[in-house]
Structure formats: structure tokens, C-alpha cells
């Protein structure tokens, strides 16, 4: 410990731990709802959480690490808005012998040792959900079938691996066509300016599919606004399954919705805990998640957490 420093280390004598969350933004109720559950289950466990919002900026994220770092947090735990670019900010928490975490997203860096886990989705699996359930819908159907895709953050693991996943499935197919493909940041502003310019340069559009659902309802309104009707002109594919998504779900405007679990505040608890005692810890923990069709919407509705 460093008690004498006046106690604002992280590594106190009293056994508690101190931990440096970096997290992404506020883009979406994905977010809302991970911010929620990191700062709850910190409360539950008595860990001390410094707790920064990056706004989705990177040089955010690397500013915040490094005041941890100099503020001897015991352990680090963050949600990499990209996935390239970190290995020197990785290498002084190394060096400073804090470990760090993962959630959520991941990083691409070679040296896995720069990290002790990642604890989160497997946005690749997402993707694939997402195509499957699009390639039965249309089995019957001989026309080719024309997809918009809105993707999330550019660069950010969960856009990168949920375009891949989808790709890999409906590309078996031909006639299955992306016929446009933007980024629209993860947030509903952007996600209802995207559709609503895919929706004038291609009068033909079959279904859209939305990296989360968030950029799903903003393309509601668009869809909406040109007169077109959600759910039935326009068939909707969502990730996340936050409650918003899940109404317009339930209530026909999206089709089918990949769930993405943002409750990962205890499984990080547990793990830092370990991590900070120098435990061995699982190099990746996989959240398990589910799909939900309009019906499933309906029923699980009423006992929707976030
Ligand atoms: O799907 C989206 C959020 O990284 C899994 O980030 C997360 C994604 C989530 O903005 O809504």
C-alpha cells in the first residue's frame, strides 16, 4: 500500500480496492444502462470507482488512463471506444504493475499481456444472429433482397465484428445486397440523419439493418417521415434489446432484435477483485445472451431491467 500518501492512492491499507472505469460515452441506453450496472455493482462490492466519461473520443479515454495510472489506482477497467491505438497507454499501466481490463469492447493490440481478460459480447456471434434470422425470413423469396446497414462507431469493435458476422451469413446468398452502409456513432441523431439520406438516394429499400437499436429508432422517424412504414415496407433488424427497442419491437416497427447484455458490472467486480489479489483470471469471459422475436418482445417487456 502507499499509506503514506495522504490516502489518495488507490492501494490503501484497508483492503479496498480502487478502480479507474474509462467508459465510452453516453451514445445510447445501451451505455446508460453499463454505466449503471459498472457504478452499482462497485457500490455492492465496496470498491472505490473513478468513474470518467470519454465521450466517445479515444484521446479521452488515453487522458484518463494515465491519471489513473498516476493516481496509483489499484486495478483499471475500461471500454476501448476503438480497437487500435493503445499499446502505449496499455504498456504504462503495465509497467506500473496495474492490471487492466477489458469490458465490453476489445482492443486489437498483438500483446495480449497488456491485459489480464476481456469480459464481453461476442459481437461476431451478433452478427451472425442477425443474418440468420434475415436469410429465413427470405427463403422463400426468389427477388433480391436490398439491405441498409447502419454501423456503429467506425473503428469500435462491436461495428467492425457485427458488419463481419452479418456479411459472412447473408453473403451464402446473392441475393442478399448491402446496398448502402454507413456509420451512424451508435446514437439515435445519427442514426435517423443516415436513413433518412439512404432513403433518397434508394427508393428500393427492403430491410435495414442497425448495428444497435438506438440508431434502429432514429431510423424509425425517418422511415416515418418519407411516408414508409416500419416493421412492414422496411423490416428491421436491431442489437441491444434496451426497452425502447423492445416496445417499438413488440409494437411491429422492428422485426427481430440480437440481444447484447450491458448487466456486466458484478462479472467485472468479481474479476478485478481477483485480477487486484493476483489471482489467475480467464484471458476472456463471454456474456451469454439471447434473440427476441416480436412475440418474445411482448412477454418479456414487463420484466425488461434496462
Ligand atoms: O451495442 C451500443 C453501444 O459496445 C456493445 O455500444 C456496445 C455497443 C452497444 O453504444 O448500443
Same mark, same amino acid.
Given at each position: 500500500?502507499?499509506?503514506?500518501?495522504?490516502?489518495? #492512492?488507490?492501494?490503501?491499507?484497508?483492503?479496498?480496492?480502487?478502480?479507474?472505469?474509462?467508459?465510452?460515452?453516453?451514445?445510447?441506453?445501451?451505455?446508460?444502462?453499463?454505466?449503471?450496472?459498472?457504478?452499482?455493482?462497485?457500490?455492492?462490492?465496496?470498491?472505490?470507482?473513478?468513474?470518467?466519461?470519454?465521450?466517445?473520443?479515444?484521446?479521452?479515454?488515453?487522458?484518463?488512463?494515465?491519471?489513473?495510472?498516476?493516481?496509483?489506482?489499484?486495478?483499471?477497467?475500461?471500454?476501448?471506444?476503438?480497437?487500435?491505438?493503445?499499446?502505449?497507454?496499455?504498456?504504462?499501466?503495465?509497467?506500473?504493475?496495474? =492490471?487492466?481490463?477489458?469490458?465490453?469492447?476489445?482492443?486489437?493490440?498483438?500483446?495480449?499481456?497488456?491485459?489480464?481478460?476481456?469480459?464481453?459480447?461476442?459481437?461476431?456471434?451478433?452478427?451472425?444472429?442477425?443474418?440468420?434470422?434475415?436469410?429465413?425470413?427470405?427463403?422463400?423469396?426468389?427477388? =433480391?433482397?436490398?439491405?441498409?446497414?447502419?454501423?456503429?462507431?467506425?473503428?469500435?469493435?462491436?461495428?467492425?465484428?457485427?458488419?463481419?458476422?452479418?456479411?459472412?451469413?447473408? #453473403?451464402?446468398?446473392?441475393?442478399?445486397?448491402?446496398?448502402?452502409?454507413?456509420?451512424?456513432?451508435?446514437?439515435?441523431?445519427?442514426?435517423?440523419?443516415?436513413?433518412?439520406?439512404?432513403?433518397?438516394?434508394? =427508393?428500393?429499400?427492403?430491410?435495414?439493418?442497425?448495428?444497435?437499436?438506438?440508431?434502429?429508432?432514429?431510423?424509425?422517424?425517418?422511415?416515418?417521415?418519407?411516408?414508409?412504414?416500419?416493421?412492414?415496407?422496411?423490416?428491421?433488424?436491431?442489437?441491444?434489446?434496451?426497452?425502447?427497442?423492445?416496445?417499438?419491437?413488440?409494437?411491429?416497427?422492428?422485426?427481430?432484435?440480437?440481444?447484447?447484455?450491458?448487466?456486466?458490472?458484478?462479472?467485472?467486480?468479481?474479476?478485478?477483485?481477483?485480477?487486484?489479489?493476483?489471482?489467475?483470471?480467464?484471458?476472456?469471459?463471454?456474456?451469454?445472451?439471447?434473440?427476441?422475436?416480436?412475440?418474445?418482445?411482448?412477454?418479456?417487456? =414487463?420484466?425488461?431491467?434496462?
Amino acid at each position: 500500500g502507499c499509506g503514506g500518501d495522504g490516502g489518495s #492512492g488507490g492501494s490503501a491499507d484497508d483492503g479496498k480496492i480502487t478502480m479507474g472505469f474509462s467508459q465510452v460515452g453516453a451514445e445510447s441506453g445501451w451505455r446508460t444502462a453499463n454505466t449503471k450496472s459498472v457504478q452499482g455493482a462497485a457500490a455492492a462490492a465496496g470498491v472505490t470507482l473513478k468513474f470518467s466519461d470519454a465521450q466517445q473520443k479515444q484521446e479521452n479515454q488515453i487522458k484518463a488512463i494515465r491519471s489513473y495510472i498516476q493516481q496509483k489506482v489499484d486495478v483499471i477497467a475500461f471500454s476501448p471506444v476503438v480497437e487500435s491505438g493503445w499499446d502505449t497507454v496499455l504498456k504504462e499501466a503495465k509497467n506500473a504493475s496495474i =492490471p487492466v481490463i477489458l469490458t465490453d469492447r476489445a482492443v486489437d493490440s498483438a500483446d495480449t499481456s497488456l491485459y489480464k481478460t476481456f469480459l464481453g459480447s461476442d459481437f461476431v456471434e451478433e452478427g451472425r444472429k442477425a443474418g440468420t434470422w434475415l436469410t429465413e425470413e427470405f427463403k422463400d423469396s426468389k427477388d =433480391p433482397v436490398n439491405i441498409v446497414e447502419l454501423q456503429g462507431t467506425t473503428g469500435s469493435a462491436p461495428a467492425n465484428d457485427r458488419k463481419a458476422g452479418f456479411a459472412e451469413v447473408i #453473403g451464402a446468398d446473392p441475393k442478399f445486397k448491402v446496398i448502402a452502409s454507413q456509420t451512424g456513432d451508435f446514437t439515435r441523431a445519427k442514426g435517423k440523419e443516415v436513413m433518412e439520406a439512404f432513403l433518397k438516394a434508394n =427508393p428500393d429499400i427492403d430491410v435495414l439493418y442497425a448495428h444497435n437499436d438506438d440508431m434502429g429508432l432514429g431510423a424509425i422517424e425517418a422511415i416515418e417521415g418519407a411516408g414508409k412504414v416500419p416493421g412492414k415496407d422496411i423490416k428491421i433488424i436491431t442489437i441491444d434489446a434496451v426497452k425502447d427497442g423492445m416496445q417499438a419491437l413488440a409494437d411491429g416497427k422492428i422485426s427481430y432484435i440480437v440481444e447484447c447484455s450491458p448487466l456486466l458490472g458484478p462479472q467485472l467486480m468479481d474479476l478485478a477483485a481477483k485480477a487486484v489479489k493476483g489471482e489467475s483470471i480467464p484471458a476472456r469471459v463471454v456474456t451469454e445472451e439471447t434473440t427476441f422475436t416480436q412475440e418474445q418482445a411482448k412477454e418479456a417487456l =414487463p420484466s425488461r431491467q434496462y
